[in-house]
């Protein structure tokens, strides 16, 4: 599987963006899908995954009620859609695959990874 993560870009806080990620391959249905962030000099967290039918959904504290990732089997497509976003929330935003359960916050455990896409937040 092939992933590539767009949508990314600068927005006051308060604000909202919606991330995309576009996967090649005909197994797309076969994996749980996350994404995790990376801000500068912090490790890679998990902000939320979903499952392979994408009827359910898992979210770190940190953005729970404010963020929303749903996917399309249809278009091979999984989406991230911020909202209230704070200055605390920029980072490079990753897309991943996993084969085993979509309810995985740990990165080591993804299988697949799409380059990332910077989302900045102004105060």
């Known amino acids: 599987v092939q992933l590539q993560a767009s949508g990314g870009g600068l927005v006051q806080a308060g604000g909202s963006l919606r991330l995309y990620c576009a996967a090649s391959?005909?197994?797309?249905?076969?994996?749980?899908m996350g994404w995790f962030r990376q801000a500068p000099g912090k490790e890679r967290e998990f902000v939320a995954s979903?499952?392979?039918?994408?009827?359910?959904?898992f979210y770190a504290d940190s953005v729970k009620g404010r963020f929303t990732i749903s996917r399309g089997n249809a278009k091979n497509t999984v989406h991230l859609q911020m909202n209230s976003l704070k200055p605390e929330d920029t980072a490079v935003y990753y897309c991943?695959?996993?084969?085993?359960?979509?309810?995985?916050?740990?990165?080591?455990?993804?299988?697949?990874w799409g380059q990332g896409t910077l989302v900045t937040v102004s105060s």
């Open positions: 391959g005909r197994t797309f249905s076969s994996y749980g």
């Open positions: 979903i499952s392979r039918s994408g009827g359910s959904t």
């Open positions: 991943a695959a996993i084969r085993s359960s979509y309810y995985n916050s740990q990165p080591e455990l993804y299988d697949y």
